[in-house]
C-alpha cells in the first residue's frame, strides 16, 4: 500500500525562523509532490508543486525533491505566525488525479 | 473567478439515512475528485470523475458513490449512512486527468455529522 510519511509534529520555531517540514514516501512511482497548507476548519489549499529533483523556490516557500531517497521538503523562511496551520503533503500516482495525502505536520510559528 | 463550490456547507444525518453532496468545479476545469477527511484517518481519496466517467476509485464500500455531469458539476452520494462516516467532505478539481502534474483546488467541504 502506498504511503505518505510526515512527522505529526507540532512544530515550533520563533518569528523569523525557518521552517523545515520533511515528508517520505514509498512509492518509486510517484510522478508529482504536493504541498498543501490547511488552516483550522478550513480546506486544504495548494502551497507548491514539484515533480523534478532538486529545488523550486517559490517566495518564501522551497520545496526540495530526493526521488532516489524518496523524500520531499517544505523550507519556509522568515515564519510568519500567519504560517501556523498544518502542511500536509501529497503524491500523485502516475496516471489520474488519486492524491495520497500524509497526516500533515502541525507548525506553530511562536511571535 | 470563482472558486470550488460545495454544497451543502453543514447538514446533520440520522444512521440508515443518505445523503447527497454537490459539487461544481472551477470553469473550465473537467476533472472532479472527492476526499474524505477524518481526524483519525485524514485525507482519503473516495473517486475522480473526467468527462462524466469515473477514472479511479478509493477504498470505500460501495455505498460511496458518484457521478458527473455534462457541465462537470458531480454529486456524490453515500447511501446508509453509518456513525463512521461523519467527516469533512472535500471536492477538489483540476483541469485534466491524463499524465503530468496536475493541481488540484479544493472546495470549502461538507461536514456531514451522522448521529
Known amino acids: 500500500q502506498k504511503e505518505v510519511e510526515q512527522n505529526s509534529g507540532p512544530l515550533s520555531v520563533p518569528e523569523g525562523a525557518i521552517a523545515s517540514l520533511n515528508c517520505t514516501y514509498s512509492d518509486r512511482g510517484s510522478q508529482s509532490f504536493f504541498w498543501y497548507r490547511q488552516y483550522s476548519g478550513k480546506s486544504p489549499e495548494l502551497i507548491m508543486f514539484?515533480?523534478?529533483?532538486g529545488d523550486k523556490e517559490d517566495g518564501r516557500f522551497t520545496a526540495q525533491l530526493n526521488k532516489a531517497s524518496q523524500y520531499v521538503s517544505l523550507l519556509i523562511r522568515d515564519s510568519q505566525p500567519s504560517d501556523s496551520a498544518t502542511y500536509l503533503c501529497a503524491v500523485n500516482e502516475e496516471y489520474g488525479n488519486k492524491l495520497v495525502f500524509g497526516a500533515g505536520t502541525i507548525l506553530r510559528v511562536k511571535s | 473567478k470563482a472558486g470550488v463550490t460545495q454544497t451543502p456547507r453543514y447538514l446533520i444525518k440520522t444512521r440508515g439515512q443518505q445523503v447527497t453532496l454537490s459539487c461544481s468545479p472551477i470553469s473550465g476545469h473537467r476533472s472532479v475528485s472527492w476526499y474524505q477527511q477524518t481526524p483519525g484517518q485524514g485525507l482519503q481519496f473516495l473517486f475522480e470523475?473526467?468527462?462524466?466517467?469515473?477514472?479511479n476509485k478509493g477504498n470505500f464500500p460501495g455505498r460511496f458513490s458518484g457521478r458527473q455531469f455534462s457541465n462537470s458539476r458531480s454529486e456524490m452520494n453515500v447511501s446508509t449512512l453509518e456513525l463512521g462516516d461523519s467527516a469533512l467532505y472535500l471536492c477538489?478539481?483540476?483541469?485534466?486527468?491524463?499524465?503530468?502534474?496536475?493541481?488540484?483546488?479544493f472546495g470549502e467541504g461538507s461536514r456531514l455529522t451522522v448521529l
Open positions: 477538489a478539481s483540476s483541469l485534466s486527468a491524463g499524465q503530468g502534474t496536475r493541481e488540484l483546488f
Open positions: 514539484i515533480y523534478s529533483n
Open positions: 470523475y473526467f468527462s462524466e466517467t469515473q477514472r
